[in-house]
């Protein structure tokens, strides 16, 4: 039986890059080894303020309709304490989009998306996770000197596409560093598939 997965980023595709592979490995994690995981790219969204607008999240709901099973709006947290509360009141507006056997789930990676990326790898010990994933900004203090010292920055998504693949394949250690997130919207993926059967 398919199933098939819908990824709405604030950015499809720097974001794209990293939460399409970590999200396959997800997918595998909670027993769907075989879920087509897509990246929405109609509408496109750019930026926070577009992915969080009802508006657009719900012409890409529209316009996807009856393909995808699991919609995942993921956008970055960036030290909005109040960010979770937002993306819970648009689940709720989109439950009633959603029918039988679909949902929809939003979540927020702190403090932004490509620290699942960093998550899954082995980084500089002169580095403190706890101090990386407090961090306002860790795209520039953390992902760009990671990708430049790997040598990746040339290549897609400024080595996005490269790095995310690698640390999907170590989605174990991802789960692990991530539990506010990762960890929360992985369980709540397994508890609806369970419900679903």
Known sequence: MSFNVLILPEDPVKDGYVLRPIIKAMM???A????RVDVC???????TS????WQFIQQALSRNAGIYHLYLLCVDRDGEANR???????????RPYMGLNRAFLAENAWQEIEVWLLAGHKLPRRWAWKTIRDEPHPKERYYLP???SRGVLDLPGEGRDKL???AASH???IRGRCKEDIQRLESRIRAWTEDRG
């Open 146 to 148: 990671f990708a430049e």
């Open 84 to 94: 979770q509360a937002k993306l819970d009141s648009i689940e709720t507006r989109a």
């Open 28 to 30: 595998r994690e909670v």
């Open 171 to 173: 989605y174990d250690r």
């Open 50 to 53: 577009q992915a969080l607008n």
């Open 41 to 47: 790219d109609d509408p496109r969204f750019h930026g």
């Open 164 to 166: 995310a693949r690698e």
């Open 32 to 35: 769907r080894p075989q879920a």
